[in-house]
């Protein structure tokens, strides 16, 4: 494991920007903490979810740069600096209103229990920031590393098709 040599790292989470201590002592952030554990235990974050604690389930997938990621398998010090948005950031801050994605998932039933919906959500989030007009393929692809125990795989490619097929509309 490679060690942190930071006193001090900067995240930009949602927007909001957040110092956090690094060490031992009470109060400071463990330099083998994974940004799962901060995102949730320290900013009160707690749509990404722990399921595997070892990257496979994608239940804890944020966007980091532009890119999704699993934050159980990212260290937080290896973030300095780093913007990152969570299922709580695509919501409008002000109103409350969910994202056109968001939105999606709930008009076409694109989850069950809902453990791994913010994860499927993200993952979809960061390949329509890149790709505009994915093919269903494509959106397939994107959420291969999410895995639903309740099966919802079909609904979820349908959530976010239908997502696309808005944002064509709306051009």
Not at 98 to 115: K, M, N, T, V
Not at 142 to 170: K, P
Request: proline share 2%.
């Amino acid at each position: 494991m490679k060690q942190c040599t930071k006193q001090y790292i900067t995240l930009q989470v949602n927007g909001r920007t957040y110092s956090l201590t690094v060490g031992d002592g009470q109060n400071n952030m463990p330099p083998q903490e994974t940004l799962a554990h901060t995102l949730r235990d320290r900013l009160g974050l707690t749509g990404a979810k722990i399921g595997c604690d070892q990257g496979a389930c994608g239940c804890c997938t944020v966007i980091m740069n532009g890119r999704a990621i699993t934050s159980c398998m990212t260290f937080t010090c290896d973030c300095d600096g780093a913007e990152i948005t969570t299922i709580e950031g695509l919501a409008d801050a002000a109103t409350g209103r969910l994202s056109d994605l968001q939105q999606s998932f709930i008009d076409h039933a694109g989850y069950q229990c809902g453990f791994c919906t913010p994860g499927v959500i993200m993952s979809a989030e960061a390949l329509l920031r890149e790709k505009e007009q994915p093919t269903e393929e494509e959106v397939r692809e994107a959420l291969a590393g999410n895995y639903c125990r309740c099966g919802t795989h079909y609904t979820a490619v349908e959530a976010v098709m239908a997502c696309v097929e808005q944002r064509r509309s709306a051009k």
